[in-house]
């Protein structure tokens, strides 16, 4: 429930979406939780790649379906008692009967259903009619977790496109290949403080020299 249909307890989501304001953009993320499309952003330019907290999916997968859950899960907030819920609650897969798991990738288990094609398809198109035109690759907060789904193609696209622009918010983790290191700004700070900066036109914060070993 808190993962997925609880806002996030700071407005940092609003203010990006504040702050893009009607520009043409899309996202791509390894989050889970859903916050964009809860501040407000478009589903349709969104891509969720490692999956969704509120979808499950059959634990073998016997099939490559996802189910959404969230009125099972309001009613099992509702009707759980010391941490357990009603045994009629836990859900099992339809097909097979293997109880069902969350649609999230953690081993070779993940579900890519109908709509995840769907997402991946729409962010391709995006990159192609972008191609070679003047565009900012932001990356938010992407650590060294899963750094091949955004932080190395934002090099790639920066690197390909001279009219890209790679800027990096993180703290501790902003930095970039000196490939790239004239057109790229990387700023060591909160992501809300840099947010709150930008709104209020008074953004400060230790902005690095990208860098790495080559």
Same mark, same amino acid.
């Given at each position: 429930?808190? $993962?997925?249909?609880?806002?996030?307890?700071?407005?940092?989501?609003?203010?990006?979406?504040?702050?893009? @304001?009607?520009?043409?953009?899309?996202?791509?993320?390894?989050?889970?939780?859903?916050?964009? /499309?809860?501040? @407000?952003? #478009?589903?349709?330019?969104?891509?969720?790649?490692?999956?969704?907290?509120?979808? %499950? /999916?059959?634990?073998?997968? *016997?099939?490559?379906?996802?189910?959404?859950? #969230?009125?099972?899960?309001?009613?099992?907030? =509702? #009707?759980?008692?010391?941490?357990?819920?009603? +045994?009629?609650?836990?859900? !099992?897969?339809?097909?097979?009967?293997?109880?069902?798991?969350?649609?999230?990738?953690?081993?070779? *288990?993940?579900?890519?259903?109908?709509?995840? !094609?769907?997402? =991946?398809?729409?962010? /391709?198109?995006?990159?192609? *009619?972008?191609?070679?035109?003047?565009?900012?690759?932001?990356?938010? @907060?992407?650590?060294? $977790?899963?750094?091949?789904?955004?932080?190395?193609?934002? %090099?790639? !696209?920066?690197?390909? $496109?001279?009219?890209?622009?790679?800027?990096?918010? $993180?703290?501790?983790?902003?930095? =970039?290949?000196?490939?790239?290191?004239?057109?790229?700004?990387?700023?060591?700070?909160?992501?809300?403080?840099?947010?709150?900066?930008?709104? +209020? @036109? +008074? *953004?400060?914060? #230790?902005?690095?020299?990208?860098?790495?070993?080559?």
């Amino acid at each position: 429930m808190i $993962n997925r249909y609880v806002r996030a307890p700071k407005p940092v989501y609003q203010r990006l979406l504040e702050w893009i @304001g009607d520009k043409d953009y899309f996202i791509l993320t390894t989050n889970v939780d859903h916050q964009f /499309q809860l501040a @407000g952003f #478009e589903k349709k330019r969104l891509f969720y790649t490692q999956g969704d907290y509120g979808l %499950w /999916q059959c634990s073998g997968p *016997c099939h490559q379906s996802t189910y959404d859950n #969230e009125e099972a899960v309001r009613r099992m907030q =509702a #009707e759980q008692r010391d941490m357990k819920v009603p +045994s009629q609650l836990v859900p !099992y897969c339809p097909h097979c009967g293997r109880p069902m798991a969350m649609n999230l990738r953690t081993d070779d *288990c993940f579900v890519q259903d109908d709509g995840w !094609y769907q997402a =991946a398809g729409r962010y /391709q198109d995006f990159l192609r *009619c972008h191609r070679g035109r003047r565009m900012v690759l932001l990356e938010l @907060g992407v650590g060294g $977790n899963t750094p091949a789904v955004i932080k190395y193609p934002f %090099w790639e !696209y920066t690197s390909e $496109n001279p009219n890209a622009v790679y800027v990096c918010i $993180n703290t501790g983790w902003a930095f =970039a290949p000196k490939a790239i290191a004239d057109r790229a700004v990387c700023i060591n700070c909160d992501i809300g403080a840099v947010l709150d900066a930008l709104a +209020s @036109g +008074s *953004c400060t914060g #230790e902005v690095g020299q990208p860098h790495t070993g080559s």
